[in-house]
């Protein structure tokens, strides 16, 4: 069997050795730069992101009223909070908090409540959107899964879940339509 | 013997070069024409689909479907999104279903795809005289000469030759059609649609301007294709030059 | 009797994972000092080039998957309304998974043609060429099947066809094509199953890949001159082998994105971009390129044989021949001779095979009426001449040329080729 250890002359050797450097490093960086299209395809897809906002009529939501949408295929919790809620809501000290916000940056239109419906434990949706649902001891809402409790400002007063309830991008378009994401 | 057997083989294979030209004379060859898609470095004439479009919206879409088509993907043929919400407002779709459990009607959104002209294909097939007009979506992809075919199809309207009858009422000699009679009536006339770019709209341009469009439905991602063809091409051959190089130094002592 | 295996030098957990489990010292032996013939010119490249189509073939597949809904009211919109235009970089691996079938055959073919010419499946190496046969087979199959999943209007007619094959069995055929079907035509029961198929098969031709490999290095690689060749006359596959692969994998690369990228539906018929529909068959069905010539040998036996065979069976079993014959090709072959380039009669054979084969292609591609049929009959007949009588014989008439001892002894002689006087 030919030996690979001998070659011409010494810088002959330098050049091969650059050259291998080169071809294989190249290659490896190719390769990476492949693999990139197969790890893109799994993000989501132009079909998943056409569908990325969700508008909603607030008009026929009385007062008092909870509905729940879907936004990204995933629950969004609309209430059309009463004066005593938002009261409840904004008399909570701050520093009572686990996860301390006020309401005003929550609900900047305090009569409307936004939140995605998912409890920031592990994924559940919480009970109390629908009428004759337990909303919890702070009368927000309350996920069954693992008794995390939500004030009526959707923040977390008691239970494992460490985070408020998320507040989605949303914009008002008019006074009774409001644009999700 | 050898040779003989080769001799024949050459034989038979010229003999067999015969039925294909004759053959081909069945239906008639679509001229071929330059695009300003073709070729590695070619790109679509955004101009031209939206004008393209506009044929198709206001010509094609009353007798065929385009089901691949949603109003955003308009994005591609470089509409703005605030024109596309608005195209998009003056169709109305159905949806399911309202709190009664009836499909009700609301005007389209940019993710609504382009409504069909019939709800089935009975439908279509009753409204056309027993032909159904095929989906457009893949159209230039799914026939044989592509653009140049469709081009050439929608220009190809002609007086049927002496003698030649319809197979049945309501059917038109086209040139380059398979067999000549087609069900579809010549769908350009000159001034159809009113280009708001001022191109006068003439049957060839719109042609031209629609096949361009169908072209680009059929395959809305070929510029990204093309592009990364370019990048893959150069990448690959400075990586085939170094191994080569590398290969020729390794090999040298072995030779 | 077993190869030496050499002990790969290893420290640490790599020495202490390989004394357990010895795939290093494997792996070492199999892709870095395996001994590889120091001739081997550039056809040899096609055996690493199928591996690694393969590869790809997977890979591309396994994500194309993710996206693909293998039901017969979906099917055809996954790929065309969805893979093609919503998923990221999704025409990509659409194109290099379609296009990648096409030169996984063609390498194969080229890979096939060369074993002919240099005689690599005579001895000791003829269940490395049998093993190689069935790799062959079982990719037809898995091609067929993936060419039925996007459900066009070719994919479900030329499922109908091919499936309709075995109709021709005497007997039980019209129970045999049910049973396929799941139904009593081709429909979302068929669909689903092939899917299933054309998911595992690869994974067989990856088994059947290693048992290919193994037989290989078993026996050593053939060369160009044919001969049995002593240790000085091989160097270590790394890095001199690889590097040749690399070499000849970025020239490849070239050739397959040019499809890819520039022109991705050069092999795909129009038809197929119309979907499935049971009511209409296209009017000429044509199969991918790469079944053209056993297409035509199908279609080339449209005579009842001898009065016992109908035409249809006939056809059916000359099509399976023209592929099983090739088992008996080691035993076939009585020349003792391996390569073509001392058979000086062999190898103008081997060229008027090689252009019978490409007639049949042509012939496959045009519908089977007037000369195409005579002359697809004529290249029938031949093709099976060729292997049943033509070398049978010419193995023991021929006068094959001196053969040289080793590597260096034409060198020696003072001349490049020996001459044929």
Known sequence: MAQTSSHGGAGEGTRRDFLELVSWATLGVGTLVALWPFVDSLNPSMEVLATASTELDLEPIQEGQRVTIMWRGKPVFVAHRTQQEIEAARQVRLDELRDPEPDEERAPRPEWLIVVGICTHLGCVPLGNRTGEPRGEWGGWFCPCHGSHYDTAGRIRKGPAPRNLEVPPYTFQTDTLVRIG | MVRTVLTRIALALAVAGLPAAVLAAEAEEPPARSWPHEGIFGRYDRAALQRGFLVFKEVCSGCHSARYLRFRDLEGIGLDPDTIKALAAEYTVQDCCDDAGEPFERPALPSDRFPPPYPNEQAARASNNGALPPDLSLIVKARAGHEDYIHALLTGYEEPPAGEQPPREGMYWNRYFPGHWIAMPPPLSEGLVEYPDGTPATVEQMASDVTQFLTWLSEPTMEERKRTGIKYMLFVLVLTGLFYAYKRKLWADIH | MNREFVQPPLRGVAKWIDERLPILTWAYNELVVYPAPKNLNYWWNFGSLAGIMLTIQIVTGIVLVMHYTPHASMAFDSVEGYIMRDVNWGWLLRYLHANGASMFFAVVYIHIFRGLYYGSYKAPRELLWMIGVVIVIVMMATAFMGYVLPWGNMSYWAATVITNLFSAIPLVGETIVTWLWGGFTVANPTLQRFFS?????????????????????????????????????????????????????????????????????????????????????????????????????????????????????????????????????????????????????????????????????????????????????????????????????????????????????????????????
Request: aromatic share 18%; proline share 10%; charged share 10%.
């Open chain 3, 197 to 421: 198929l054309h998911y595992l098969l690869p994974f067989v031709i990856f088994a059947l890949v290693f048992l290919h490999i193994l037989a290989l290095h078993q026996v050593g690689s053939n060369n160009p001159l044919g001969i049995d060749l002593t240790k000085k006359d091989k160097i270590p596959f790394h890095p001199y082998y690889t590097i040749k692969d690399m070499f000849g994998l970025g020239v490849f690369l070239l050739v397959y994105g040019f499809f890819v990228f520039f022109a991705p539906n050069a092999f795909i018929e129009p038809v197929n971009f119309e979907p499935a529909n049971p009511l209409q068959t296209p009017a000429h069905i044509v199969p991918e390129w790469y079944f053209l010539p056993f297409y035509a040998i199908l279609r080339a036996i449209n005579f009842d044989i001898l009065w016992i065979i109908p035409a249809k069976l006939g056809g059916v079993i000359a099509m399976f021949a023209s592929i099983f014959v090739l088992f008996l090709l080691p035993w076939l072959d009585t020349s003792p001779v391996r390569s073509a380039r001392f058979r000086p009669i062999y190898r103008q054979f081997f060229w008027i095979l090689v252009l019978d084969v490409l007639v049949l292609g042509y012939c496959g591609a045009h519908p089977p009426e007037g000369w195409y049929l005579t002359v697809a009959q004529i290249a029938t007949a031949y093709y099976f001449l060729h292997f049943l009588v033509i070398l049978p014989i010419l193995g023991k008439v021929e006068r094959p040329l001196p053969l040289p001892k080793s590597l260096d002894e034409p060198v020696l002689a003072g001349g490049a080729a020996p001459s044929s006087r």
